[in-house]
Every structure is written in C-alpha cells, then in structure tokens.
C-alpha cells in the first residue's frame, strides 16, 4: 500500500528552466510534507517543507506546493542548476514518528 | 558539530552470519530512526527509538531484525541469519524531538549479502 506515489521515475530538464517534481498522497491525515534530495552514496538531505495548513512555502529556488483537495504536493526549482542533478524524494509525516517516502524521482539537468 | 554518524559504510556478509550496523545521533539528539532503502525504491520506515526504548517497531520484520539505542553508545540495528533479500542501504536519522520532519540523516551502510 504506497501512500505517498512519485510516479515518474525520471525528469530531464534544461539548465536555467523550471524543473517540478510531482508527488501524491491517499492518506489525508498527514500533516506534513517535506522534500529530500539525495545524491549517490550519501543519506538524503532536506530541502524544503510545508504544513498541511499551507498551500505554499518558499526558499531561494525552490518553492512547494501543496493542494491539500487532490493529495498533491509539487517542488519547483528555478532556476534549474547542474547541481541540482540527484534524485528527489517527498515524504509525508505521519503522527510524531515516522516519514513515509514516494519512491524518488532522479532529476537530470542538462547544460 | 558531527552529523549523524553511521559505520560501516559499506558490510560484506555471507548468508547465516549476522550484520550490525551502528549510528551515532547528531549531539543533543536523543530520537532515532532507522530506515531501509531497497535498489529503485523508496525509503522505508523501519522503527523509532529514544534512549533505551523502542517506540516505533511496526517497519521492523518479525524474525531476524532487532535494534537498540542503549543509555550510552550508539544505537544499533542488528540483522541475524542474513539473507540476499537484506541487501539493502540502511539509514539512521536523528532529531532532538520526537519530531521525524526535522530528522537528519546519515550516510547509510550498504549492506550486501554474498
């Protein structure tokens, strides 16, 4: 039973265009949203969050967005920069306890 | 101020030995989280523990796997009786409260089951 869905694998975009990465949720009691960006052999880093009273947070290039009536949440990065390159994970909290992830999203910026 | 510290990094074992794999939470973190990251998945909870408690074990499969995280030392999740299927990346991730949106993660240990 996946609660938390990432359902494109892969996303290939340009260097300097926007880059949004999609997540979906079915379990309505989360209360919380966060995105995490990992990179090979390394643990994965936070990046960006937002309460399930918001419909969007913003950080430099990055921006989240939640629409709490489709269980969707979306992560805009822009301007995309090589560095961005890694693969992205949403994850839901559920209760005090426990993150439950999507399956990651592997983010490839093209020059 | 150290991250959360995991080692091995990297544990070679044949099946029917038993892997165990350490974490040190960052300083002042007294919450713990072990999560298994199988190839093209996810990262699954596993479970949560505070010094010298379980509070969370429902990610834990029944036989074979146990943690700890004792008064002093790291925490430790330990796998008996290692099957290929266990060959997985294993994250520990730390956070002051019990509050898993602001864990910090380690670099994980690969474990691979020969």
């Known amino acids: 039973d996946q609660q938390v869905k990432q359902n494109s694998p892969s996303l290939s975009v340009q260097e300097g265009r926007i880059s949004i990465l999609n997540c979906d949720y079915t379990n309505s009691m989360f209360d919380y949203f966060l995105w995490y960006k990992k990179y090979p052999a390394e643990g994965p880093t936070f990046l960006i969050s937002i309460s399930s009273i918001k419909d969007k947070n913003e950080d430099g290039r990055f921006t989240v967005f939640l629409n709490k009536s489709a269980k969707h949440l979306s992560l805009h990065i822009v301007p995309s920069q090589p560095g961005d390159s890694a693969v992205y994970f949403c994850?839901?909290?559920?209760?005090?306890?426990?993150?439950?992830f999507g399956q990651g999203t592997r983010l490839t910026i093209n020059p | 101020n150290a991250g959360v510290m995991q080692n091995p990094r990297h544990l070679v074992r044949r099946r029917g030995q038993e892997a165990r794999l350490r974490c040190s939470p960052m300083k002042g973190h007294s919450h713990v989280y072990w999560y298994r990251q199988l190839p093209e998945e996810g990262l699954k909870f596993m479970v949560y523990?505070?010094?010298?408690?379980?509070?969370?074990e429902s990610g834990m499969p029944k036989e074979r796997f146990s943690a700890e995280f004792p008064k002093e030392g790291p925490s430790i999740l330990r796998i008996q009786q290692v099957v290929r299927g266990d060959s997985a990346a294993y994250f520990c991730?730390?956070?002051?409260?019990?509050?898993?949106?602001?864990?910090?993660f380690g670099q994980g240990t690969r474990l691979t089951v020969v």
């Open positions: 523990l505070q010094k010298e408690n379980i509070i969370d």
């Open positions: 994850a839901a909290r559920q209760g005090a306890q426990k993150l439950v």
């Open positions: 991730a730390s956070s002051p409260q019990g509050l898993g949106a602001e864990a910090f």
